[in-house]
């Protein structure tokens, strides 16, 4: 297979939007693994297709953009001053600067459907009732086993006629 033909062919940027088929693009991440310089131009034409889009996109209006900010930027900053002795609390106001509050990806909190609560909470006791039985009837067929084994074998005690 000729590689650079495979290149120019525009496979690659047919995939990256999203125009090529299922089985094109299946080819293409194999071939990716196989050959490094096909992985290096999926790269660079990942770039291309980015700042052509970044040239020729058009601005929002300003007032979206003055919206956005606002909702995302906290109007009212409070700061720890307990460097200055004081355990107070002082108030700071940023209109030069946007802080986007990010969380880190521990702190992710997943909330999950009561009814999937409760379907959980009930197969953890029918898990629990399962062992139960299990352990019970286990025990149950060791006792009943020696008491087959005793019947069949002869007491030492016990004379033969």
Not at 44 to 67: D, T
Not at 99 to 114: A, C, E, K, L
Not at 117 to 128: E, K
Not at 136 to 142: C, D, L, N
Request: proline share 5%; glycine share 4%; hydrophobic share 40%.
């Amino acid at each position: 297979m000729n590689i650079n033909n495979y290149i120019e062919s525009g496979i690659i940027e047919r995939y990256l939007l999203g125009l090529a088929t299922p089985e094109q693009g299946e080819e293409l991440l194999y071939l990716r693994r196989i050959y490094p310089l096909l992985d290096l131009e999926f790269t660079a034409a990942e770039l291309r297709i980015e700042n052509k889009l970044m040239e020729e996109g058009a601005q929002p209006p300003v007032k979206i953009k003055e919206a956005v900010l606002q909702r995302i930027k906290p109007e009212k900053e409070w700061k720890d001053s307990s460097w200055s002795g004081y355990n107070s609390y002082e108030h700071t106001n940023f209109h030069h600067h946007t802080y986007i509050p990010i969380d880190s990806f521990w702190n992710r909190r997943i909330t999950v459907s009561i009814w999937w609560r409760c379907a959980f909470i009930a197969l953890a006791v029918a898990a629990m009732a399962l062992a139960a039985s299990t352990w019970h009837f286990y025990h149950r067929a060791q006792m009943l086993e020696e008491i087959l084994f005793k019947l069949k074998v002869p007491s030492v005690n016990q004379s033969a006629p």
